[in-house]
C-alpha cells in the first residue's frame, strides 16, 4: 500500500510540473494597430519536453505551430492566418518565431478584418503536447484618421545647436507607422514615424505635417517648429570667421606702420638737405683718393721696372768693352 501510494504520488507531482511548465505566454493581451499599418504579436511558448505513460517516460517534439483568427481553440480544420506546415500563407501575416521558444506573428498592411482575437496553438508528435491559449492579443484596428504630431523634448525654446525628435503618431500608437513627412508642404524623404533633427539650425525652422503614406487623408495638423538663434551653431565656422577676422586687422596695423616709417624717413632728408649733400661730397672725394692711389702705385712700378733694365744694360755693355780691351 505504502508503495503504490508512493507511485501515485510521483505520478501526480510530475503531471502538475508537466502542466505548469506548458505555456504560452502573450505579453500583451491587446493592442491597437493602425489600418495599413504594421503591428506585431509579441509571444513566446515552453512545450513539453516529455510525458509518463504508465512507467515509461516518452519524449516530445513540436511538430507544428498554427495562429488562427477567432478561433478559441484553433484546432482540426478552423482556418488559420498561419501554419508551419501550409505553404499558401497569406503574406500578410509573418511568422517571427521559431518551432522552440518564440512564437511571435507579424501583421503587416493592418486590415480592418484583423479586428479580432488572434491564438497559437503549438502541437506535438504526440496529443499530450498538444496546447492553446485561449487567452489570446485582441487587435483593435483605428482608421488612423486622427494623426498628430508630437515633440520628443517639453522645451518650448528651441535653440541651435540642440536635437530635437518629432513623432508622428494615431490616438492608436506610433510605432511602425509608414508614414510620408512635410515641411512647409514639401515632401521630405523620411518614411518612419520619428523624425530626428539635429543639429538644429535656423533652416529647420517651419511648419511640419505627416500622414499615413498609404492614406493621404489621415494629415495632421501643422506643427510649427521655431529655432532662436542662442549659443549653439557651428564652432568650427566662427573659428574660421575670426581667424580671418584677425588676420584681416594684423595685415592692416603693418601696412599702416610701414606707411609711417616710409614717411618719417622722407622728412628727415627734408629737414637736413646739407647732410645730403656732404655724404654724396664724401663719396665723391673717397673715390677721387682712390683713383689717385692707383695712379701713383702704377707710376712707381712702371719707374722700378725701367731703373732695372737700364742697370741691366750698363752691366752688358761693360762686358763687351773688356772683351775688346783685352
Not at 614717411?263 to 645730403?276: D, Q, S, V
Amino acid at each position: 500500500m505504502a508503495v503504490w501510494d508512493k507511485n501515485l504520488l510521483w505520478s501526480f507531482m510530475f503531471l502538475l510540473a508537466g502542466a505548469v511548465g506548458q505555456t504560452v505566454i502573450y505579453p500583451l493581451t491587446s493592442t491597437c494597430a493602425v489600418r495599413e499599418s504594421t503591428v506585431t504579436l509579441a509571444c513566446t511558448f515552453t512545450p513539453w519536453k516529455s510525458f509518463k505513460e504508465g512507467k515509461k517516460n516518452i519524449p516530445l517534439k513540436i511538430a507544428r505551430v498554427r495562429w488562427c483568427k477567432k478561433h478559441l481553440i484553433c484546432q482540426g480544420g478552423t482556418p488559420s492566418v498561419f501554419d508551419s506546415n501550409s505553404t499558401n500563407n497569406d503574406p500578410r501575416y509573418q511568422y517571427l518565431g521559431d518551432m522552440k521558444t518564440n512564437c511571435t506573428l507579424q501583421i503587416r498592411d493592418v486590415q480592418q478584418g484583423d479586428n479580432a482575437t488572434f491564438r497559437f496553438r503549438m502541437r506535438a508528435d504526440h496529443p499530450e503536447g498538444h496546447f492553446t491559449n485561449t487567452t489570446g492579443v485582441t487587435v483593435r484596428v483605428d482608421d488612423g484618421l486622427k494623426i498628430r504630431i508630437i515633440r520628443s523634448s517639453d522645451d518650448k525654446k528651441l535653440s541651435r545647436g540642440e536635437t530635437v525628435t518629432l513623432l508622428c503618431a494615431s490616438v492608436c500608437t506610433f510605432h511602425q507607422l509608414e508614414v510620408t513627412w512635410f515641411k512647409d508642404g514639401h515632401a521630405l524623404s523620411e518614411t518612419g514615424p520619428s523624425l530626428h533633427l539635429s543639429p538644429l539650425t535656423a533652416e529647420d525652422s517651419g511648419n511640419y505635417t505627416c500622414a499615413l503614406k498609404k492614406n493621404m487623408k489621415t494629415l495632421s495638423e501643422p506643427y510649427s517648429l521655431q529655432v532662436e538663434a542662442g549659443a549653439g551653431g557651428n564652432p568650427p565656422l566662427i573659428a574660421g570667421v575670426v581667424f580671418v577676422v584677425l588676420l584681416a586687422v594684423i595685415a592692416l596695423i603693418l601696412f599702416i606702420i610701414k606707411r609711417k616709417l616710409r614717411a618719417a624717413g622722407g622728412e628727415t632728408e627734408l629737414k637736413h638737405p646739407g647732410n645730403l649733400y656732404s655724404n654724396i661730397q664724401k663719396q665723391e672725394d673717397q673715390q677721387e683718393t682712390s683713383r689717385a692711389v692707383e695712379d701713383v702705385s702704377y707710376a712707381s712700378f712702371h719707374f722700378t721696372q725701367k731703373k732695372q733694365e737700364s742697370r741691366h744694360v750698363g752691366e752688358g755693355e761693360d762686358v763687351i768693352y773688356s772683351t775688346v780691351t783685352s
